[in-house]
């Protein structure tokens, strides 16, 4: 159980017992004393500030806590107002809905996974989120991006992102099966497999 009292959410120690690699390994020694944590989500939400910021999460994916991150998001919005940011006071948004403000919550249906309509929604907002006074509702205005935006980022834009973090020697080519290295494998580059 969390601290908040919901048995649902995700905790420290299964985190951090799941995804060690994730974590420093002084966040484990935190499992029973929640309480004494010395930052909290929202204190790393203000370090956003006063820059774009969108939370996404799926109403069913009770473990990421959709409750507790939307608490997260409000609490970090003053931060986002002293700096100057476009953040109106935050209601909770419904299922399908984003909050307005340059930090904003989205809520949709779903659970912990990744859909064709998420991206869509993260492009509008990332391209008019900050131009509306009202909350935005995923298809509202998006009709002719939908087919070219649903797949996320084409298997070119993903290798290409891969032969940058390899120190690649040429661009990618799919003739020759992705890219030439001009370093060596080692165990320092995390990306070579």
């Known amino acids: 159980m969390?601290?908040?009292?919901?048995?649902?959410?995700?905790?420290?120690?299964?985190?951090?017992?799941?995804?060690?690699?994730?974590?420093?390994?002084?966040?484990?020694?935190?499992?029973d004393r929640v309480?004494?944590?010395?930052?909290?989500?929202?204190?790393?939400l203000a370090l956003c500030a006063p820059a774009p910021t969108l939370i996404w999460a799926g109403a069913a994916d009770l473990w990421a806590d959709p409750e507790g991150t939307f608490h997260a998001v409000e609490a970090a919005g003053p931060v986002f107002s002293f700096l100057g940011a476009n953040q109106p006071p935050l209601t909770a948004p419904a299922v399908g809905e984003v909050s307005s403000g340059t930090l904003a919550c989205g809520l949709r249906s779903g659970g912990?996974?990744?859909t064709g309509d998420d991206w869509v929604a993260w492009r509008h907002w990332c391209s008019q989120g900050l131009r509306r006074s009202g909350p935005y509702k995923p298809?509202?205005?998006?009709?002719?991006?939908?087919?070219?935006?649903?797949?996320?980022?084409?298997?070119?834009?993903?290798?290409?992102?891969?032969?940058?973090?390899?120190?690649?020697?040429?661009?990618?080519?799919?003739?020759?099966?992705?890219?030439?290295?001009?370093?060596?494998?080692?165990?320092?580059?995390?990306?070579d497999s």
Do not use: M
């Open 112 to 114: 912990h996974t990744v």
């Open 35 to 44: 309480e004494e944590l010395p930052i909290d989500q929202h204190q790393l």
């Open 139 to 191: 298809g509202e205005s998006d009709a002719e991006d939908a087919p070219a935006l649903s797949r996320g980022p084409s298997s070119e834009h993903l290798a290409a992102a891969r032969c940058r973090l390899r120190r690649c020697a040429q661009p990618p080519s799919f003739e020759h099966g992705g890219c030439a290295p001009t370093v060596e494998k080692s165990r320092d580059n995390p990306v």
């Open 2 to 31: 969390n601290a908040q009292g919901r048995p649902e959410v995700e905790t420290i120690e299964a985190i951090t017992g799941r995804f060690p690699h994730w974590f420093t390994p002084v966040l484990s020694t935190y499992a």
